[in-house]
């Protein structure tokens, strides 16, 4: 017992965001209901404290060296750390962007900021565990969360409709990835990852014995990742949900929920297959996800792009460019080596920051013009300089041109593709990254090449500042990549102990 | 003898798990889905599982159960069957992809059965503990699985707010300066008091 008070403090951002939690709840439930704009304060200043928990820990990782793991199931290293704050900077920015919209803050009441507290602690389990049933736990809490924000605004049908598909499409999928789960369980008799990759009962001493349990297992917790990621087969939720979704929800959806489904993912498929000196079974079987994510990374890139070239509404299509993007990262992970997996998470990072930048853009102009439709924004460029300038960075990032951090990301993935003999994915990314220039500069046409309109821009300047400081680091990032690039280096490499 | 027991009871859960989402009439429906309870009661006792057996029983057959019943009871039938006529139209597409998603699961099954799982050191030692012992149980709940426990009170927890959130209905703004933001945040004059309205109308309870 006393080994469990000693490791309190190693989840003590955890801790805070429980309290904190609890605290949104009571301060509501104090407040009536009637001020919820406090309520707003208090979550922006309790994930500050959150923040400096983890900046705390991320240091003291840096020093030490050490991962470790407490609980005998949360594996605090950079890695989750990473992902941890990055979670809590988009949960703060949607907070900011509830708060500063003027339409979200009629449904702006507590209990908005408490699932989104919930879904961030969810998001906490998922990206630290490599146990499977603190990891199912944590995408419950998650998806149960999210389901709920995605059907915040009660009148609306879309919003609705929103939410509903996704509970049905997310319920279909957790039951499909615990059944994967019970049989891994079943076959290897634990449900820790590492213990699954060593154990007497490992995975590789099972592949010999019989290679279809396994295979079958494997691939039906996948299809759950892939749903939570929208990767091709199961994507179909995706535009309906993030179009339907409140902005705020859907900038959380795309940005910290999609980031943790892949961060969960990276986990599994890392502990498993990405280990050291692993004998022969288990990198053949390694080479076999590989080419599975190969020819899922190929199918979701290009089904996204082409997709996304037909729609009229921003929100539906950074849904297919969020699809897109999912499919890059996974090109990454289908390496299996290191270097590969550098890249994805450099992706990842990049993917944060630019489509939170752009994600505000379209709240700005959504409060402005009360629509996300692309033509609705005809001539606007010149009206708020401070907005369209950095929208433009961002779809720079996207398209992946220099000099933004999207384009050392693309980089990094062609490079990688390249090298570890997937010299045609590499292609197929790059002609898809094309097709995305078309849908994406349609915005820019949009705001820039059309007649200047007459109407004003009553904008909010906090979220132009905010929407103006991730475009300075989407650019600031693709020119001084070391700080990223030791993550992602120090990221892999504790995937990789930890499994062995 | 109890792998014939357990094919048999399996099936019948999935038969059951059929009938709740095909049955016409949402009692028919709820009588299923009790059948798929203590069917999945039954597997667990089969392996040896005697407290959950029970707690599956007690639990989901009781308590959950009633309170389903309660909800069926209080709303109108009538309604709901009129709600149930719609699917069937397009039930042919769906009667295709049920059986065949119950036959491929059925397939994956059968081929998992062929393969022989061989038994894992963690399930014989177990069974040497005695695994089904009440104390066994509570000491892995409160030591070993402390944060999975505590993870699920708090999706308990954020489950419950979800559900008040969409249950809830609009409340209508009581003072003026309310009622003012109100009409400040739609950007009209409809503010919250005809969205309740509505809503109340939309549900029948008015």
Request: charged share 15%; net charge neutral.
């Amino acid at each position: 017992m006393s080994n469990y008070l000693q490791s309190l403090p190693s989840i003590a951002p955890e801790i805070a965001m429980t309290v904190l939690l609890c605290a949104v709840l009571v301060v509501d439930l104090l407040l009536k209901g009637r001020d919820s704009r406090k309520v707003g304060y208090l979550t922006l200043g309790g994930l500050g404290v959150v923040a400096w928990l983890l900046l705390g820990q991320w240091g003291e990782l840096g020093s030490a060296g050490a991962a470790k793991r407490v609980f005998g199931m949360i594996d605090i290293d950079r890695f989750s750390t990473f992902f941890k704050l990055f979670t809590v900077g988009s949960l703060a920015a949607v907070v900011l962007f509830v708060l500063l919209d003027r339409r979200e803050r009629r449904h702006g009441i507590g209990e908005y900021y408490l699932l989104l507290l919930g879904a961030g602690l969810g998001i906490f389990f998922m990206v630290s565990t490599s146990n499977l049933l603190l990891l199912m736990l944590g995408l419950e809490l998650l998806s149960l969360a999210s389901y709920s924000l995605a059907g915040f605004h009660k009148g609306d049908k879309r919003s609705a409709e929103a939410a509903m598909k996704y509970v049905v499409f997310g319920g279909l999928s957790a039951g499909v990835m615990l059944y994967g789960i019970s049989l891994l369980y079943g076959i290897t008799g634990t449900i820790d990852l590492t213990e699954m990759a060593s154990g007497p009962h490992s995975l590789a001493a099972q592949f010999s014995s019989g290679p279809v349990p396994v295979a079958v297992a494997i691939v039906l917790v996948l299809a759950g990742f892939a749903y939570k990621v929208s990767v091709v087969p199961f994507h179909f939720w995706t535009p309906d949900v993030y179009e339907g979704a409140p902005t705020p929800v859907t900038s959380f959806l795309a940005v910290a929920s999609k980031a943790a489904g892949f961060a969960a993912l990276l986990r599994f498929v890392g502990k498993l297959f990405l280990v050291d000196g692993a004998d022969g079974a288990v990198q053949q079987y390694g080479a076999r996800i590989g080419a599975l994510l190969a020819i899922l990374s190929a199918l979701t890139m290009t089904l996204g792009n082409l997709a996304a070239l037909r729609q009229s509404s921003m929100k539906r299509m950074l849904a297919y460019s969020s699809i897109a993007h999912a499919g890059y990262v996974l090109m990454g992970m289908a390496t299996m080596e290191s270097s590969g997996w550098n890249a994805a998470m450099f992706y990842l990072a990049a993917y944060y920051l630019m489509n939170l930048g752009a994600f505000g853009f379209v709240l700005y102009f959504e409060s402005v013009t009360g629509s996300d439709d692309i033509a609705s924004l005809k001539g606007l460029g010149a009206k708020a300089l401070w907005v369209t300038v950095p929208m433009v960075v961002f779809l720079v990032s996207l398209t992946g041109l220099p000099p933004t951090v999207g384009f050392t990301g693309k980089y990094m993935l062609f490079v990688a593709g390249v090298d570890n003999g997937l010299l045609w994915l590499s292609l197929v990314m790059a002609l898809n990254s094309v097709v995305s220039l078309f849908y994406y500069f349609r915005i820019v046409k949009a705001l820039f090449l059309a007649e200047p309109a007459e109407r004003s821009m009553p904008g909010q300047s906090a979220l132009a500042g905010s929407i103006f400081v991730l475009a300075v680091l989407t650019v600031l990032f693709g020119l001084y990549i070391a700080p990223l690039q030791a993550w992602c280096d120090a990221s892999v490499e504790s995937l990789r102990l930890g499994a062995g | 003898m109890a792998e014939t027991l357990f094919y048999a009871l399996a099936l019948a859960a999935v038969g059951f798990a059929v009938g709740v989402i095909s049955a016409r009439s949402p009692m028919l429906s709820v009588l299923s889905l009790l059948g798929a309870f203590v069917c999945l009661a039954l597997v667990y006792l089969l392996a040896g599982f005697q407290f959950l057996a029970g707690a599956q029983v007690l639990v989901y057959a009781g308590a959950i159960m009633v309170l389903f019943l309660f909800v069926v009871m209080l709303l109108n039938l009538a309604d709901l069957s009129k709600v149930a006529e719609h699917p069937t139209r397009v039930l042919g597409v769906h009667r295709v992809a049920l059986a065949g998603g119950s036959a491929a699961l059925l397939g994956v099954l059968a081929l998992l059965a062929s393969r022989r799982i061989p038994d894992t050191a963690a399930d014989t030692a177990m069974l040497a503990r005695g695994f089904d012992e009440l104390e066994p149980i509570a000491v892995a709940l409160f030591s070993r699985y402390l944060l999975p426990f505590e993870a699920a009170s708090l999706l308990l927890l954020a489950t419950m707010v979800a559900v008040l959130v969409l249950a809830k209905r609009a409340r209508a703004p009581q003072g003026p300066r309310e009622q003012a933001q109100a009409v400040d945040a739609h950007g009209d004059a409809r503010g919250d008091a005809s969205d309740a309205a509505r809503e109340l109308e939309g549900a029948g309870l008015r």
